[in-house]
């Protein structure tokens, strides 16, 4: 062997620790430019694919992975470089160093690998127009880049030298302290992760309770609190917490809008109630705005104070609050036409007034104003 490397010095007029360094630095440029040129390739591959994966993962692994043959190479050389002047520390540094950098290249390869998928999936849904809450999107991105960082370090920690597990127990008793003077905070930040994983509202949405004074349209979700605009304009900031342990109701989630009123006839028209009832009916039957699929019930439910009353239920196409005021002012118009034609008339209070020891029946609807009570 000895014999081979005098050789190929005399030939080459080099030593030959040299010439393998050469050697590494070629062979690793050239790796370097075909894995270049190969990456290239597939992403032009990748842009005729209907999925947006194989282009995330090509755009992070563009530098990351040549940063990687770059570190290896750089080892092979700390390993020849101490064959020739027999430093075992100096390689073992290199070769520290190396991982140290292999493992950020792998750490920032998962950095830009998130945020790719993150914002392409963002800008997908949007321009396909589908229901995508961005806010759950960002925040679960913002939450994987943190471990990815946290796992990085403690791995870089490790390589140094560091005793990782005093390090975590030190952190253990820490965070429980932190736990216990922050419990607020805490509390508010599971909050938070409970919206954005279990999503019962997002941004945009209109919500109220019927546990605490809150409704309003949500504006924006952090992990300590929630801002909602109230429909007087009055901005309401609630702590994540309080979402865990009351009725959220998201009225913006409802499928249809219920239409629900009670007209009242006077007693003297009980002859057309029947007609009344079955006009209404159709009407609403035809009515562009009123969804026949749902409950629709128009039915003479009972005898009221001072008032036969028909029950008029269904539900709107529209859940759009300024529509279904619209249809219902139809309806209501509708409704008042209908018992006009049919000769009767909408009743309001009265009362029927009968004298004892009279001979005559007493007048029907007689408007006695009521007695007043204490």
């Known amino acids: 062997m000895n014999e081979l490397a005098q050789r190929l010095q005399q030939t080459v007029g080099m030593d030959l620790w040299l010439v393998t360094l050469l050697a590494i630095g070629s062979l690793t440029l050239l790796l370097n430019q075909g894995v270049r ?8 591959w990748a842009q005729t694919t209907t999925t947006h ?21 750089l080892g092979w050389m700390a390993r020849v470089l ?9 390689l073992a540094d290199a070769l520290q160093w190396r991982n140290i950098g292999i493992v950020i290249s792998v750490a920032w390869f998962l950095w830009h690998l998130v945020g790719e998928v993150t914002q392409t999936t963002i800008q997908r849904r949007i321009r396909e127009g589908g229901d995508f809450d961005v806010t759950t999107a960002t925040a679960l991105s913002k939450l994987v880049r943190l471990l990815v960082f946290v796992v990085a370090t403690i791995t870089i ?4 030298g560091f005793q990782i597990g005093g390090l975590l127990a030190l952190g253990g008793v820490g965070g429980i302290a932190v736990g216990l003077a922050a419990r607020d905070l805490l509390a508010n930040f599971f909050g938070g992760l409970t919206i954005y994983l279990d999503r019962p509202f997002s941004v945009g949405d209109w919500i109220r309770s019927p546990d605490k004074s809150i409704e309003g349209t949500v504006e924006y979700i952090s992990w300590r609190h929630t801002r909602i605009r109230a429909f007087n304009k009055n901005p309401i900031y609630v702590p994540n917490a309080v979402f865990t ?10 499928s249809h809008r219920r239409l629900k009123e009670t007209v009242g006839l006077r007693y003297g028209d009980f002859a057309q109630v029947e007609g009344v009832v079955a006009d209404i009916k159709a009407m609403l039957m035809a009515h562009e705005g009123i969804d026949i699929s749902q409950t629709l019930i128009v039915n003479f439910t009972g005898f009221g104070a001072s008032s036969l009353d028909i029950l008029v239920y269904g539900f709107t196409k529209t859940t759009v609050w300024v529509e279904f005021h619209a ?33 005559s029946d007493p007048l029907p609807d007689a408007e006695v104003p009521p007695r007043a009570t204490p």
């Open 37 to 44: 040129l190969l990456l290239r390739q597939a992403a032009r």
């Open 82 to 90: 101490n064959t020739h002047w027999a430093e075992p520390e100096l």
């Open 53 to 73: 994966w194989d282009e995330a993962l090509l755009n992070a692994a563009n530098k990351p992975l040549r940063m990687i043959f770059w570190l290896i190479s």
């Open 327 to 359: 249809i219902k002012k139809d309806v209501l118009l509708r409704i008042g036409r209908i018992v006009a034609a049919h000769g009767a008339e909408i009743a309001f209070s009265t009362q029927t007034l009968h004298l004892a020891g009279s001979t």
């Open 157 to 160: 920690a490790h390589t140094l």
């Open 245 to 254: 342990t009351i009725v959220v109701e998201n009225p913006s989630r409802m």
